[in-house]
């Protein structure tokens, strides 16, 4: 379960982002909130500022450095929050 999720996360492209239950979704894990337990614990080597709650938004405490390094790639906020109409990207569910 634990590499799904990182191989989910690591196959979101530059330029989009991926919401916490997408990922979950594309990984068959359980719920969204493992998915932030894993990029928590083991994340710092994959695209992990490429994922949003499902409001668009970035944790609090990483707003401010998620929302430069998607700056960065391309994709703009309104705020603090990204508009998932235009950025969110879409994979078949259980791809991996």
Do not use: C
């Amino acid at each position: 379960m634990h590499e799904r999720i990182r191989e989910a996360v690591r196959s979101v492209p530059a330029g989009r982002v991926a919401t916490y239950g997408d990922i979950a979704d594309l990984a068959r894990a359980p719920s969204p909130r493992l998915v932030g337990r894993v990029l928590s614990e083991d994340g710092h080597d994959l695209p992990w500022h490429r994922v949003l709650r499902a409001n668009g938004t970035p944790a609090p405490h990483l707003a401010r450095e998620q929302l430069e390094l998607l700056r960065g790639e391309g994709v703009l906020a309104n705020g603090e929050k990204v508009d998932l109409k235009v950025y969110r990207w879409g994979a078949e569910p259980g791809l991996f």
